[in-house]
């Protein structure tokens, strides 16, 4: 089974600074909440400049990325436009996989550094910042901690997008409380920082 993938150039580029340079979106995902054979929940990337900006995380996104040419590594952002299971249930183990990327990364560094060749081991951990809705701070947390996972070798930080309708964040259609802006127990990770990131108005800034 072919995945489903657009991208503006194709998997046999062999020019590396092409690849530095290019411009490329591919559809990862097209099938919402009704994945099929050949649609994946909702995923789509965006390379730009050798890196790479994911918008959502549907369920099986790490296998269908495993089809493209981006690495693991070159994802630093991760945009979650909202909390529907077709859109994060794909997250963790994602993030799982480019954790997986960096230990590996920093192992061949030690390796290398070894043998005497040299290699510089690297000074920091490769910093991974997620954008998202109320809510996604606590739902990766919490499925970090009750799979009993650990984020040892990324530098996280979730950016949560509030200051909706009412100054929290978004709030449910129907009179009930939004069960994201409700007070609740919360688990902290080590390794996972929280920001907040307060709604700007735009509209002094057009003619």
Known sequence: IKPY???CLT???????LKN????????????????????SSCTALRLGGQTYLFDAGEGTQRQLAHTRILPLSINKIFIT????????GLVPLILKIQSAAKAQLDESLAARRRGRGRRVLDRLPLLEIYGPP?????????????CSKINYLDMHIIELVGGRNGLGPTALSRKKSVFLQRYPEIDTPGIRRVFLEAVSL?????
């Open 5 to 7: 993938l657009r991208t």
């Open 11 to 17: 998997g046999t580029t062999q020019d590396d600074s």
């Open 21 to 40: 340079e290019e411009f490329a979106v591919s559809f990862i995902g097209t099938g919402g909440g009704s994945p099929g054979r050949h649609r994946n």
């Open 82 to 89: 909202q909390m529907h299971g077709d859109h994060v249930f």
């Open 135 to 147: 809510g996604l701070y606590n739902f990766i947390n919490m499925s970090i901690a009750l799979s």
């Open 203 to 207: 509209q002094n800034d057009f003619c």
